[in-house]
């Protein structure tokens, strides 16, 4: 029986060359355990979908070519690219890449059992356009994502850190922000979505406050105060759909790149 192949860890230390980003982390190390079904993924599907991560930026027509044999096309992937910020157990990016198959999906996201979920329903959707990097956001964004590359970015339920003494952990930081915002196209979009009222507040106040990006909320969702309607591509997650049966709010923000 051959040796089921090692999931990417994030580096301990910075890869030759590279400046390690000491001032933000997109993820915190959860415990967990991979299940059955989520190892055989990592082995039937791994070799295609999980991308290796390099100090050189990314070919996206080649990690995204068999997205379009998919399609029955024979022309190099040239489709919009969407980045993914921390997926969780992938429930929302598969059915937003199955509504989407034109779109092509960039997700990061450290936690193994995590990375295993969202492989095995690849395998159970028959999904082709997601590409997965089992590494820290940050150093794919600084090392592998040029400027004006991606036309898209999803942040949906970042770890809201409750403790006043914690928030400084908070992913949602304006020298995160700078960095997406830089690498977004003109007319492309920032889409956060929280569960925590002054989580909100925070990402509403650092993504206002950059001058490469504008809020697409109208004078029409003026009772929204500044945030946007959920987008009709994001689902309601079973964890938000008993939120919202407790009383708890969400609150969605999508920015645009000028």
């Not at 299940?35 to 290796?52: H, R, S, Y």
């Not at 987008?231 to 790149?257: A, C, S």
Request: net charge positive; aromatic share 8%.
């Amino acid at each position: 029986m051959s040796e089921r192949p090692r999931v990417p860890r994030i580096r301990r230390s910075a890869p030759e060359g590279v400046a390690h980003p000491k001032e933000i982390k997109s993820f915190v190390r959860r415990a967990g355990r991979t299940t059955t079904g989520q190892a055989k993924a990592f082995d039937d599907l791994g070799p295609k979908f999980l991308l290796p991560y390099q100090a050189q930026a990314i070919d996206f027509a080649a990690a995204y070519a068999d997205a379009t044999r998919a399609r029955g096309q024979n022309y190099l992937n040239t489709g919009p690219v969407i980045l993914e910020i921390g997926f969780g157990m992938g429930e929302a990016t598969a059915h937003i890449a199955a509504l989407m198959p034109e779109k092509n999906f960039l997700c990061c996201e450290v936690h193994e059992p995590g990375v295993g979920a969202l492989l095995k329903r690849i395998g159970e959707q028959g999904l082709h356009n997601i590409r997965i990097l089992a590494h820290d956001a940050v150093e794919v964004i600084d090392q592998m994502l040029p400027l004006q590359s991606l036309d898209g970015v999803h942040i949906f339920f970042p770890d809201p850190w409750h403790k006043k003494k914690h928030n400084k952990r908070r992913l949602i930081q304006s020298a995160l922000i700078a960095k997406l915002a830089a690498r977004l196209k003109v007319g492309g979009y920032l889409h956060c979505a929280t569960d925590w009222q002054p989580y909100a507040e925070q990402i509403l106040e650092v993504l206002s406050a950059e001058p490469l990006l504008k809020n697409t909320a109208t004078p029409a969702d003026s009772d929204l105060a500044g945030y946007a309607p959920k987008p009709h591509y994001r689902p309601l997650t079973k964890f938000e759909n008993r939120g919202i049966k407790l009383g708890h709010g969400v609150w969605d923000l999508v920015f645009e790149r000028v």
